[in-house]
């Protein structure tokens, strides 16, 4: 069952008990007021005891002890009470209803949100008959023993289910709607959460493991130092912290003093005590911090950065200025990963945005700014309302249907002498079936109910029909227009405020009374006029009353579809995530961290061409790993010329050649298909020369160059390769070749 069913089915039982109260309290008391029973101690004890069972079964069921011992005792309650009617109703041949017979109905009116229909039918079948024996007893043969009652209420139960049936089932589709869009949402949610999360983990290696392995395959490292065995275990534990999701609030000062002491600049701070964001803002922040004093570090030639930290209504600002070297930000290339990406796509994942300032000797100013507010989710309360108020709609349609065809119809045709006019009763019966059928095909339309022409039409035909019965026959069965006209009212009123629907309905009925008491005659007393009126205006106010909780159900169903489906979210994002830092993790532990664990430790030297050779290396392939997630056009040729890069920086000339057409590389078959020309790169001693040729389907690297032996690795993912030793020289060539 959904959540927005399950709403709808508590709600639902909280309106039908609520509504029986209100009803038998307010029928009960009013013909106590009204009438004088044959037995007024008796009816006062009747009276005061159906109150309180009612009162007491109602808040038995909200608790949730909804069980059959409790439906089969407000069974028997009921049957009770319609057995007493010898003692609690007068026989009056003008009657037209009684308290019993408005208690017994709105109780089995309302058992449809409380029992599935075996027990509804079984129940309901046992309080007519109970009343009808109480009526027996109580006026042999007389007003109160009337088939007509045994059959109208039969039908109002019959409508109240297939009403119950519509909404409920509105409920079910609207949830099977919902759940579709949150499958989609949660997917996309997910697939979104895992490429965030890839960048970042990127960003982050390319900002600790990657810069820690560069400078010493660099040479810029050549002895142990402890900072540098501190850097590694930090390393170590960003590339395996498997928790990917940041929750609660960080303060985002304390994060950024921590980043900064791990820098030998002096930092100068103009900044508040402490800022509480979001942890993943406030993580997001400071490694972008990171990214920029690390840069400093690098390129800036200064020992001095100025950090600056302000919080505004919109979001939260962070400003890192030196007086160094400078630099053109015009000239750097657009697959540049520290500018690009550890700056501008971190910022940008969380909404926000990274600029730079800078000139050739003019210092450098990094701005990150990071949103506070969150886009808005949209709800799902539309869906739900449209889908409650389309379910409700049909249903008050077969009801109008049902009562102007099945119990309207056969008055008009056995009735002729209740008339003075038949021609004209028709031509109202018509009006309103024509209304009931206009509403019907807008509903179908899903289009809006034209309220204020059709409610003339219905109420022109009410004037007509009660205009049309002679005097004597008014108020009675005959005048078939008196209550059943208030059905069309609720049609076209559904979506209105119940103040609105209750003010039409009541000026229907009133205008029917002031006809009725303009010519002195009617079939009914005035006690049987108020509960003949009470019994319908009671069912058709309830209809409006669901309509207006439907409204109010429809927000705080999608409030709590919207809290569920962020909780199965978080939880499935938190789960791939897991996986996937568990799985990077593996690729990196048999290269990168026994590399980062023998610096830890001190079992590695820097200054060892061996460990500097295999650093660099690990760095290139690092580097690759964060080409292979780039929205550059052309990851391989931008992979390698970075690789090319950072070996002349070492001194070592390369030669680079590229022709032909390329197809696009699987990731996979780009990381086996680069992997050699990598190494070779990292470790090249002399002059190197790199090519890489596309023939259509098919890709070549090449490299030769005097560099550490290629390790031995088997072909796969569309790639094969082959090596071949020349004096000193490795001739190292990978092929791709498109499946067939």
Same mark, same amino acid.
């Given at each position: ?127 007519? $008959? ?19 009652? /045994? ?68 040479? /810029? ?67 972008? /911090? ?236 005035? !006690? ?14 309830? =209809? ?13 169903? $999608?409030?709590?579809?919207? !809290? ?8 499935? &994002? ?25 610096? !830890? ?14 650093? $660099? ?24 010329? @970075? ?38 790169? $990292?470790?090249?001693?002399?002059? &190197? ?9 098919? =890709? ?38 498109? @499946?067939?």
């Amino acid at each position: 069952m959904g959540a927005v069913e399950e709403s709808l089915l508590r709600q639902g039982l909280r309106y039908a008990l609520g509504l029986r109260l209100i009803v038998v309290a307010l029928s009960s008391t009013a013909s106590l007021l009204l009438t004088e029973a044959p037995r007024q101690g008796v009816t006062v004890a009747v009276v005061a005891g159906l109150n309180g069972w009612n009162l007491w079964y109602a808040r038995e069921l909200l608790r949730g002890t909804r069980t059959a011992g409790w439906i089969v005792a407000d069974i028997a309650v009921m049957c009770a009470v319609c057995l007493t009617q010898l003692w609690t109703v007068r026989s009056d041949p003008r009657g037209g209803g009684t308290w019993v017979l408005i208690a017994m109905v709105i109780t089995v009116v309302t058992y449809a949100w409380q029992m599935p229909w075996p027990a509804l039918a079984a129940g309901t079948s046992a309080i007519i $008959a109970a009343h009808y024996a109480g009526a027996m007893i109580a006026d042999p043969g007389g007003w109160l023993v009337s088939e007509a009652v /045994v059959a109208w209420t039969a039908a109002e139960v019959a409508l109240s289910w297939a009403l119950y049936r519509f909404v409920r089932r509105s409920a079910r589709t609207a949830d099977r709607t919902i759940e579709r869009g949150q499958e989609m949402r949660r997917t996309a949610a997910v697939a979104t959460a895992r490429r965030a999360d890839e960048r970042e983990y990127l960003a982050a290696l390319h900002d600790t493991a990657s810069v820690t392995l560069l400078m010493i395959g660099n040479g /810029v490292l050549t002895e142990r130092e402890a900072w540098l065995a501190e850097q590694a275990r930090r390393d170590l534990r960003e590339i395996g912290r498997s928790d990917a999701g940041h929750h609660g609030e960080l303060d985002l000062i304390g994060l950024l003093r921590e980043v900064a002491a791990q820098t030998p600049l002096r930092v100068s701070w103009r900044t508040p005590e402490s800022l509480a964001l979001p942890a993943v803002d406030a993580v997001s922040l400071s490694r972008g /911090v990171r990214e920029a004093l690390t840069n400093v570090v690098r390129h800036a030639g200064v020992d001095h950065a100025e950090i600056s930290v302000r919080r505004d209504a919109a979001g939260v600002t962070v400003d890192i200025a030196d007086e160094g070297a400078g630099f053109d930000p015009g000239l750097v290339a657009p697959d540049r990963h520290g500018v690009t990406r550890s700056l501008r796509e971190r910022m940008a994942r969380r909404g926000g945005e990274a600029r730079i300032v800078s000139s050739p000797g003019g210092g450098t100013t990094v701005t990150l700014r990071c949103p506070l507010s969150e886009p808005e989710v949209p709800g799902d309360e539309g869906l739900i309302a449209a889908g409650f108020q389309r379910g409700l709609r049909w249903a008050v349609v077969l009801v109008s249907l049902a009562i102007l065809v099945l119990l309207d119809l056969p008055h008009l045709l056995t009735g002729r002498e209740a008339y003075t006019q038949l021609g004209a009763q028709f031509a109202a019966w018509a009006g309103l079936l024509g209304t009931t059928l206009v509403a019907a095909v807008a509903t179908w339309r899903d289009r809006p109910v034209k309220r204020w022409p059709l409610l003339a039409v219905v109420l022109v035909c009410s004037v007509v029909a009660t205009a049309t019965v002679r005097p004597e026959y008014r108020l009675g069965p005959a005048h078939w227009s008196e209550g059943d006209a208030g059905w069309q009212v609720v049609l076209i009123l559904l979506d209105s405020r119940v103040a609105v629907l209750a003010a039409v309905l009541g000026a229907q009925y009133l205008l029917t009374f002031a006809q009725a008491a303009a010519d002195g005659q009617a079939a009914l007393s005035v !006690a049987g006029v108020v509960n003949a009126t009470w019994l319908v205006l009671a069912f058709q106010l309830a =209809v409006g009353m669901i309509a207006a909780v439907l409204r109010g159900l429809a927000v705080s169903s $999608a409030q709590v579809v919207r !809290a569920a489906e962020q909780l199965r979210t978080s939880e499935e &994002v938190a789960r791939q995530l897991h996986r996937d830092r568990e799985r990077r993790y593996a690729d990196l532990a048999t290269t990168a961290v026994p590399l980062l664990e023998g610096l !830890a430790d001190g079992k590695l030297d820097p200054a060892e061409q061996a460990v500097r050779e295999e650093c $660099a290396a690990e760095a290139a392939r690092m580097r690759r790993l964060l080409t292979e997630y780039s929205t550059v056009p052309d990851p391989l040729v931008s992979e390698l010329r @970075a690789c090319i890069e950072r070996a002349e920086r070492r001194g070592t000339p390369v030669s680079f050649a590229e022709y032909g057409t390329r197809p696009e590389l699987p990731p996979r078959a780009l990381r086996r298909l680069t992997e050699p020309a990598v190494e070779a790169l $990292a470790t090249a001693r002399g002059k &190197v020369r790199l090519t890489i040729a596309g023939t259509g389907d098919a =890709v070549t690297v090449s490299v030769i160059a005097r560099c550490a032996p290629p390790p031995e690795v088997p072909d796969g993912d569309g790639v094969r390769r082959s090596t071949v030793l020349d004096g000193d020289r490795w001739w190292i060539q990978s092929v791709w070749r498109e @499946a067939p």
